[in-house]
């Protein structure tokens, strides 16, 4: 039976964090109304659609912060992105990489445009994904997966027109590499015009896609052009894709966390009181430290 499309959306008014990325943020969110759970276990996507970084001698990015109750996963289309840690992880990640931290118990970490690449300048287009971690993972040990698109299993048509990149969860009998708490899927699509692309998908998994390059129609039905946003209906399993011209889609999926929420800023626990603490055990140097 085929899974029907909820809404399309297009990308709400950027907003810097802090100066090195220029994002749109599709959920969760006043500008859209995809609350905070629609989309669980992801919570919140903030797409820097492709953007021309002029050279520059003053680096550009986030400085140090913590994060706590969640993971941050970042998928680069364009550009290079760094990242550092206060458990000593760091990482440089380019065009198809993905980077996958999970923040758990408590990090810092900074996040800003690779050295040579911020001197240089250039066109940077990426999304950052936080997960929402279920109670019993939320306070599990940090760790930090850099998910090279080289190192990544793969299905590819017979006529290798169709690419998908899966980076969490299964298609076919393609399984990710990405190691996961829970049930929840990624996929990088890249798919040449007129081609297709069938997804046998968990109806009860709640289902998103990004398209980032290109104009793709979904059942035979609804065209949808680059930096829009297309969220499912948990209504059926069916979803086609084919493509009007050459395309690249971000397709995320997973279980639902059926548990309260309770987001600040950086942490996402279950209760204001695990909020307060979290803040007290940043503030006492739980989270270690990072220059
Ligand atoms: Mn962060």
């Known amino acids: 039976m085929t899974r029907n499309i909820e809404k399309v959306f297009s990308a ?105 690449f911020n001197r240089k300048g250039g066109i940077c287009q990426m999304v950052q994904l936080w997960t929402n971690l279920p109670k019993k993972h939320k306070m599990t040990a940090p760790t930090y997966q850099d998910l090279l698109f080289v190192e990544q ?23 990710g590499k990405a190691e996961v708490l829970m049930p929840i899927e990624l996929f990088d699509l890249a798919i040449q015009q007129d081609s297709k692309i069938d997804f046998n998908t968990n109806k009860n998994h709640n289902l998103g896609m990004l398209v980032v390059d290109g104009n793709i129609q979904i059942n035979n039905r609804t065209n949808v052009k680059k930096d829009h946003f297309i969220l499912f209906e948990n209504d059926g399993t069916d979803i086609n894709i ?27 626990m279950n209760t204001m009181d695990e909020i307060r603490q979290a803040f007290k055990d940043y503030e006492e140097g739980k989270f270690g430290f990072l220059e």
């Open 242 to 268: 084919k493509a009007n011209e050459n395309a690249k889609v971000l397709i995320l999926g997973g279980e639902p966390i059926d548990e309260p929420i309770a987001p600040y800023g950086p942490f996402v």
């Open 153 to 175: 299993n793969k299905f590819i048509s017979d006529n290798q027109k169709v690419h998908l990149n899966v980076i969490a969860g299964s298609y076919k009998d393609i399984i």
């Open 12 to 116: 709400p008014p950027y907003h810097w964090v802090g100066n090195g990325f220029r994002v749109h943020n599709f959920f969760p969110g006043r500008h859209n109304g995809i609350d905070l759970k629609r989309m669980s276990p992801w919570f919140l996507m903030d797409y820097e659609s492709a953007y021309n970084f002029p050279p520059s001698k003053e680096p550009r990015g986030v400085s140090p912060h913590p994060h706590r109750g969640i993971e941050t996963v970042s998928i680069i289309y364009q550009g290079k992105i760094a990242h550092h840690d206060s458990v000593g992880n760091g990482g440089v990640i380019g065009e198809n990489d993905v980077q996958w931290m999970t923040a758990g118990s408590g990090i810092l970490h900074k996040e800003y445009l690779e050295e040579e």
